[in-house]
């Protein structure tokens, strides 16, 4: 029962331009969304989150969207650069986090 | 910074030995966590505890137990290490809620291989 889904398990673009993870969620009790962002052989580094009753938030670069009456958010990087390769992953949780779910992850790979 | 910090990188053990994994955090966090990441399932719930000596089960504590005896430390045991158990573990802290959402920090991981 995978409560989160990102069905794009790789995405590439080009240097300078943007680049949009999306994510979906089935259950409507999530109080908040995360992007966590891991490279090779080091663990998950907290990228960004966003509470259920905001639509936006921005930091600097990175700015994630909420959508709930889709039950459907994504993250946008702008502009993409070379070291922003890796995997991402997208997570809800409740507010006490004691139920935490995480979706496959979606591979960025960012071109020169 | 949090530091969430987990014993070993590599390890290889055998069918049917008893393994330990060990995990330290140094903010004085209330709520720890054991996942293990599989490709294409993203990470799973194995283990958490929110306090000293209390520990929930996940979606797939089988075959696995934990002990939580002091706040910064929170071990992962294989109580019978089986193949299908070779994954990597990832080890994870957090804060309570009253300071408002705090998110969970990761350790490294641990890679394991059960020949």
């Known amino acids: 029962d995978q409560q989160v889904k990102q069905n794009s398990p790789s995405l590439s673009v080009q240097e300078g331009r943007i680049s949009i993870l999306n994510c979906d969620y089935t259950n409507s009790m999530f109080d908040y969304f995360l992007w966590y962002k891991k490279y090779p052989a080091e663990g998950p580094t907290f990228l960004i989150s966003i509470s259920s009753i905001k639509d936006k938030n921005e930091d600097g670069r990175f700015t994630v969207f909420l959508n709930k009456s889709a039950k459907h958010l994504s993250l946008h990087i702008v502009p993409s650069q070379p070291g922003d390769s890796a995997v991402y992953f997208c997570a809800a949780s409740t507010y006490n986090n004691n139920d935490m779910r995480f979706g496959a992850g979606t591979r960025l790979t960012v071109k020169p | 910074d949090v530091k969430v910090t987990q014993s070993s990188r590599y390890l290889v053990k055998r069918t049917g030995e008893k393994v330990f994994l060990e995990c330290v955090q140094d903010m004085d966090h209330e709520n720890m966590f054991w996942y293990r990441q599989d490709p294409g399932l993203g990470l799973r719930l194995i283990y958490f505890?929110?306090?000293?000596?209390?520990?929930e089960k996940g979606d797939i504590p089988e075959g696995y137990s934990v002990s939580r005896e002091k706040k910064e430390r929170f071990s992962l045991i294989l109580e019978s290490a089986s193949t299908n158990q070779t994954s990597m573990y990832l080890c994870?802290?957090?804060?309570?809620?009253?300071?408002?959402?705090?998110?969970?920090?990761f350790g490294d991981g641990t890679r394991l291989s059960i020949l």
């Open positions: 994870a802290s957090s804060g309570v809620g009253d300071r408002g959402y705090q998110p969970q920090h």
């Open positions: 505890s929110y306090d000293v000596k209390m520990k």
